[in-house]
Structures are given as structure tokens and as C-alpha cells.
């Protein structure tokens, strides 16, 4: 009796050892838990005034843990050193916000979590969490309001920071370079809307950025910028519409260096076109060079002749912004061998050349040893034109539907400055047939000229354009099948290109319009209506 006894009392003790392990990871036992956590208290109370401590804790019902915190929390006004949010890798029942900073008397601070607070086991997110307090006697109440719009692209980015700065008599338009702003929040990942809230009265600059390295302020090089037009007063009932755009760089060059044997590259920043690079060092008679752009880096490649036995050279960059002297070392390499790179390949559209391109810079071309064929063996007539900076020529030449191109150029028809010269090179190319493209037709209603008309990609890249200046129908022709996007841009200038907009000179980006995305099909027209709105 007492060894049954016993296996009874084993078998009770191991059935209720795995009904209790079974309770516990039960699948399928009960919904998924889809709510969020909630707040049980906040010490101090969130919305406390007269606050001069150094800690805030908020406590849960349940674990939670933080997510993304670098990109989601947004403090307003931003503080110079960040404070420390724990926990951070782990999960807890509360969280430890502390102050490292000295803040602002008579300030009001928001703490916008964003969507970074989330259950420990399903990860539902405690969504925007604000937590509130003030160092003064009251908890600043007024708001500005708006939206975000790309100045180029259908859609903005995401994650833009909105800020405003106070103008007071230390304002200047320089600040937004040195210092953060006075109020800020930031659109996440979610919408392109904006509530910069908790303001005092006052008068403020609105802005918006992309900002690259979060440090809240703006880096031409790296950050998008939008501005309001004018100051704003608040209270206000406005809401503001910020057109976020990328500034073309001003110009700056970088230190030059020898790449090799007798070829320096000239690095710089923003347009190169007005970019002088002149020789101060005494130089030989016979003394030649040329400059070309680097294709793969934003390089100016000065090449220069007779070898010069001296240990640097002297030049100077000049630019209508800048004038900057360099010393150059020098020393012996090895000089560049010709090498030619031909475009298209495959297959050629009817607007675009044939393109030969040299590694090193072209001196002559000899038109008498190169052929251009079609698949009939007709001999057909091109003409050249020679870009010197991108020491490329084009051959220009009429093409037909359906056909194929020979082009034979024998030795030496090309000659470099080093006077090496091509080995004999064969390329071949063909157009489509008619029923392989189609074709879309544009009717634009009130419309101010001039305009430019942009096919793009999903991802705004121009596959094809025109530049548009009087109400006839514009054709687009021998369209490759495919999804195109119609952005217009209005070319107030008549330059023939997109302008973004300046901060510094306070000019605004040209206007953009967007239309809904078009189907192009093989051997098909597609007429379209673009319709305008008078602004």
C-alpha cells in the first residue's frame, strides 16, 4: 500500500508540474495582446510647473522597453547635453529620464517619445508620448502648425525636423549655422504634418530640415532646409505649408594632389564652371596643359607637359567667390595610358549621339579613318562635336526604325596629349522598331510659359524632358514601354533647369507640379490633359 500510495502521489505531483508548464506557454491560448502600455504615474506629474530636479520617472503596468530612441525622442527646447533614458537595451516597469543640462528658468520642455515606448512581449508601441513639464510658474500653451512638401519630389522625406527660432535682438540669419533652436519637433516616420506645441508668445523664423547628423542645425552639404517666407507671430491661426529643398553648394575647392605622372587633380565642392586653375610656378616655353573633369569625383584633372624636374608647383584656383594659392609636391610616376570608352552600347535611341570617351585628353580626331555603316552597308554621314571638359565626342548621324549601326575606326585616329594614340576599335549598335515605343501627347491648360515638361521614375530620376515655351501639344516620342511620373517644373527664370531655393538670399525654390503617374505601352498613344492651378 505504501509503494502505491507513493506512485500515486508521483503520478499527482508530475500531472500538475505539466499542466502548470503546459499553462504556461499555451499556444493558440487566448488572443494576442494588441494593447499598449499604460501609464500608472509620472513622478514629478507630468504638466508639473516649478521644476528643479534632475530625474523624472514614468511607471507602467507592465515591462516596456525603448526602441529607435536616438531618431524618435525630440526635446523642445533641444538641450545642449543630452539627457539619459534608461532602460536601453532591456525592459523594465519604468523609465528614468536624467538631466545632465541646466535648464532654462521660466521654460517650458516637452519630451516627445515619438513611438519609442513598446511592450516587452508584442512590442505595441505607447503611441507619441509627450511628457511635460515647466521651471516657471505655468505651462506654455500656444502651438504653430503646418505641413512639409518636397520643393522637387511627389513625396517629402521622412523624420524632418521643424523648428523655430526666436527672434530677439541676438537674432541673425547666420543662427541657424551655430545654434539650436529655440522650439523643435520632428514629423517621424509616419506623416508630413507638423505641431510645434508648449510656445510662448513671441515672434519667430520658421524653418524645417533634414537634419543629417541631428545635430539641429544646418550643414549645407548634408541637410535639406525649407524656410517660411517671413516671420510669424505667436498666437497664430495659420497653418504653414514648408517646402523642403537641397541648396546647390557653395563653391570651395580642396587641397590638389598628384595622381600621376604629369596629371593633378583639383577637388572642389558646388559648380565648377567658373573655376579657374592657373599656373604661378615659372614654367618652359614649350609648356602646355589641358583640363578635363573627373568622371567618378568632383575633381578637376589638370594635365600638364614637358616633364618638370622640380620637387612642386604653384598654382592658384580662382573662382568669383574665392581666390586660394596651393603647393603642389611632385615627384616621378608613371603617366596614364590611353584608353576609349564608347556609349551607348546595344541599342541607341534617336535622340541621343554615339559617344567616344578618352581616359586621357584628346588633341585631334582623324574623321578620314572612321566609318559609320548601316546593316545595308550604306555608308551614312555623321558630324563630331568635342566636349573639352568631359573630353568626350559626339557623333551626330540620322537613324532609322529597325536598323543596325557599324562604326570602324581605324589606328591612330584619335591622338591624346601625350601623343599615344587608339588601336583599331569596332562597335556596333540598333535602333527599335516602331511598334517597340510609344508615345504620349501633353495639352497644358492654364499655364504660365515657360515650363519644363519631366518623365521620371518612381524615385524622381528625368528619363526624358522637354523645355516648353508656347500652348502647341507636346509630343513625347519613342517612349520605352513602362510607368513614367509628370512633374512640370516652372521655369520663372526661363534657364531651362530646376533653381532650389537659397536660405541666405531668401529666395524660394521654382515651383513644382505633379501629376499622377502614366502607363506607357509598346505601339501606343496616350494623350493627356495637365490642368493647372493659378497660384
Given at each position: 500500500?505504501n509503494?502505491?500510495?507513493?506512485?500515486?502521489?508521483?503520478?499527482?505531483?508530475?500531472?500538475?508540474?505539466?499542466?502548470?508548464?503546459?499553462n504556461?506557454?499555451?499556444?493558440?491560448?487566448?488572443?494576442?495582446?494588441?494593447?499598449?502600455?499604460?501609464?500608472?504615474k509620472?513622478?514629478?506629474?507630468?504638466?508639473s510647473?516649478h521644476f528643479?530636479?534632475?530625474?523624472?520617472?514614468?511607471?507602467?503596468?507592465?515591462?516596456?522597453?525603448?526602441?529607435?530612441?536616438?531618431?524618435?525622442?525630440?526635446?523642445?527646447p533641444?538641450?545642449e547635453?543630452?539627457?539619459?533614458?534608461?532602460?536601453?537595451?532591456g525592459?523594465s516597469?519604468?523609465?528614468?529620464?536624467?538631466?545632465?543640462?541646466t535648464?532654462?528658468?521660466n521654460?517650458?520642455?516637452a519630451?516627445?517619445?515619438?513611438?519609442?515606448?513598446?511592450d516587452?512581449?508584442?512590442?505595441?508601441?505607447?503611441?507619441?508620448?509627450?511628457?511635460?513639464?515647466?521651471t516657471?510658474?505655468?505651462?506654455?500653451?500656444?502651438?504653430?502648425?503646418?505641413?512639409?512638401?518636397?520643393?522637387?519630389?511627389?513625396?517629402?522625406?521622412?523624420?524632418?525636423?521643424?523648428?523655430?527660432y526666436?527672434?530677439?535682438?541676438?537674432?541673425?540669419?547666420?543662427?541657424?549655422?551655430?545654434?539650436?533652436?529655440?522650439?523643435?519637433?520632428n514629423?517621424l516616420?509616419?506623416?508630413?504634418?507638423f505641431?510645434i506645441?508648449?510656445l510662448?508668445?513671441?515672434?519667430?523664423?520658421?524653418?524645417?530640415?533634414?537634419?543629417?547628423?541631428?545635430?539641429?542645425?544646418?550643414?549645407?552639404?548634408?541637410?535639406?532646409i525649407?524656410f517660411?517666407?517671413?516671420?510669424?507671430d505667436?498666437?497664430?491661426?495659420?497653418?504653414?505649408?514648408l517646402?523642403?529643398?537641397?541648396?546647390?553648394?557653395?563653391?570651395r575647392?580642396?587641397?590638389?594632389?598628384?595622381?600621376?605622372?604629369?596629371?593633378?587633380a583639383f577637388?572642389?565642392?558646388?559648380?565648377?564652371?567658373?573655376?579657374?586653375?592657373?599656373i604661378?610656378s615659372?614654367?618652359?616655353?614649350?609648356?602646355?596643359?589641358?583640363?578635363?573633369?573627373?568622371?567618378?569625383?568632383?575633381?578637376?584633372?589638370?594635365?600638364?607637359?614637358?616633364?618638370?624636374?622640380?620637387?612642386?608647383?604653384?598654382f592658384?584656383?580662382?573662382?568669383?567667390t574665392?581666390?586660394?594659392?596651393?603647393?603642389?609636391?611632385i615627384?616621378?610616376?608613371?603617366?596614364?595610358?590611353?584608353t576609349?570608352q564608347?556609349?551607348p552600347?546595344?541599342?541607341?535611341?534617336?535622340?541621343e549621339?554615339?559617344r567616344?570617351?578618352?581616359?586621357t585628353?584628346?588633341?585631334?580626331?582623324?574623321?578620314s579613318?572612321?566609318?559609320?555603316?548601316?546593316k545595308?552597308?550604306?555608308?551614312?554621314?555623321?558630324?563630331?562635336?568635342?566636349?573639352t571638359?568631359?573630353?568626350?565626342?559626339?557623333?551626330n548621324f540620322?537613324k532609322?526604325?529597325?536598323?543596325?549601326y557599324?562604326?570602324?575606326?581605324?589606328?591612330?585616329?584619335?591622338?591624346?596629349?601625350f601623343?599615344?594614340k587608339?588601336d583599331?576599335?569596332n562597335?556596333?549598335?540598333?535602333t527599335?522598331?516602331?511598334?517597340?515605343?510609344?508615345?504620349?501627347?501633353?495639352?497644358?491648360?492654364?499655364?504660365?510659359?515657360?515650363v519644363?515638361?519631366q518623365?521620371?521614375?518612381?524615385?524622381?530620376?528625368?528619363k526624358?524632358?522637354?523645355?516648353?515655351?508656347?500652348?502647341?501639344?507636346?509630343?513625347f516620342?519613342?517612349?520605352?514601354?513602362?510607368t513614367y511620373?509628370?512633374?512640370?517644373?516652372?521655369?520663372?527664370?526661363?534657364?531651362?533647369?530646376?533653381?532650389?531655393?537659397?536660405?541666405?538670399?531668401k529666395i524660394?525654390p521654382?515651383?513644382?507640379?505633379?501629376?499622377?503617374?502614366?502607363?506607357?505601352?509598346?505601339?501606343?498613344?496616350?494623350?493627356e490633359?495637365?490642368?493647372?492651378?493659378?497660384?
Open positions: 500500500m509503494k502505491t500510495l507513493s506512485n500515486f502521489i508521483l503520478i499527482v505531483f508530475l500531472s500538475l508540474f505539466f499542466i502548470n508548464c503546459a504556461r506557454g499555451t499556444p493558440g491560448g487566448g488572443p494576442k495582446d494588441e494593447d499598449p502600455p499604460v501609464i500608472i509620472s513622478i514629478p506629474e507630468n504638466y510647473t528643479s530636479g534632475n530625474e523624472i520617472k514614468i511607471y507602467f503596468n507592465e515591462y516596456v522597453k525603448i526602441k529607435d530612441l536616438q531618431k524618435q525622442l525630440i526635446i523642445s533641444p538641450m547635453t543630452q539627457p539619459e533614458v534608461t532602460p536601453l537595451g525592459a516597469k519604468y523609465i528614468t529620464i536624467k538631466i545632465h543640462d535648464l532654462q528658468p521654460t517650458t520642455y519630451f516627445n517619445f515619438g513611438n519609442s515606448i513598446t516587452n512581449n508584442e512590442g505595441n508601441p505607447y503611441p507619441y508620448y509627450r511628457y511635460v513639464l515647466s516657471g510658474d505655468y505651462i506654455d500653451s500656444l502651438s504653430v502648425n503646418g505641413n512639409i512638401v518636397d520643393a522637387l519630389k511627389k513625396q517629402p522625406e521622412t523624420f524632418v525636423s521643424v523648428a523655430l526666436e527672434v530677439d535682438s541676438t537674432f541673425n540669419d547666420s543662427i541657424i549655422y551655430k545654434k539650436p533652436p529655440k522650439y523643435i519637433t514629423t516616420d509616419s506623416v508630413t504634418t505641431s506645441e508648449n510662448k508668445e513671441g515672434k519667430y523664423m520658421l524653418i524645417a530640415l533634414k537634419d543629417g547628423n541631428g545635430d539641429n542645425k544646418f550643414q549645407q552639404k548634408t541637410d535639406q525649407a517660411y517666407k517671413e516671420f510669424i505667436v498666437p497664430t491661426d495659420s497653418t504653414y505649408t517646402k523642403l529643398f537641397t541648396e546647390d553648394l557653395d563653391f575647392s580642396t587641397r590638389p594632389r598628384l595622381l600621376s605622372g604629369e596629371k593633378i577637388g572642389y565642392e558646388g559648380d565648377y564652371w567658373n573655376m579657374a586653375i592657373n604661378t615659372k614654367t618652359p616655353p614649350e609648356f602646355e596643359y589641358r583640363i578635363t573633369k573627373d568622371p567618378t569625383a568632383d575633381s578637376l584633372l589638370y594635365w600638364y607637359k614637358p616633364r618638370l624636374e622640380v620637387d612642386s608647383l604653384l592658384k584656383v580662382a573662382h568669383p574665392l581666390e586660394k594659392d596651393y603647393t603642389v609636391r615627384s616621378e610616376q608613371k603617366r596614364d595610358s590611353l576609349i564608347a556609349s552600347s546595344g541599342t541607341i535611341h534617336f535622340d549621339p554615339f567616344i570617351a578618352g581616359s585628353p584628346f588633341t585631334s580626331i582623324d574623321l579613318k572612321i566609318t559609320l555603316i548601316d545595308d552597308s550604306t555608308q551614312i554621314a555623321f558630324t563630331t562635336d568635342f566636349d571638359i568631359t573630353n568626350t565626342y559626339a557623333f540620322d532609322k526604325l529597325d536598323n543596325a557599324s562604326i570602324q575606326i581605324l589606328p591612330e585616329a584619335f591622338v591624346d596629349f601623343d599615344n587608339n583599331t576599335l562597335y556596333f549598335i540598333k527599335k522598331k516602331a511598334s517597340d515605343f510609344g508615345y504620349a501627347r501633353f495639352t497644358l491648360v492654364n499655364v504660365k510659359y515657360p519644363i515638361i518623365l521620371t521614375n518612381k524615385d524622381g530620376d528625368v526624358f524632358e522637354k523645355f516648353v515655351e508656347n500652348p502647341d501639344p507636346v509630343d516620342l519613342n517612349l520605352d514601354p513602362g511620373y509628370i512633374r512640370v517644373i516652372h521655369d520663372a527664370n526661363g534657364n531651362k533647369k530646376y533653381d532650389p531655393g537659397n536660405y541666405l538670399k524660394q521654382e515651383r513644382v507640379s505633379h501629376f499622377k503617374e502614366m502607363e506607357i505601352r509598346a505601339d501606343w498613344g496616350n494623350p490633359t495637365l490642368q493647372f492651378i493659378s497660384k
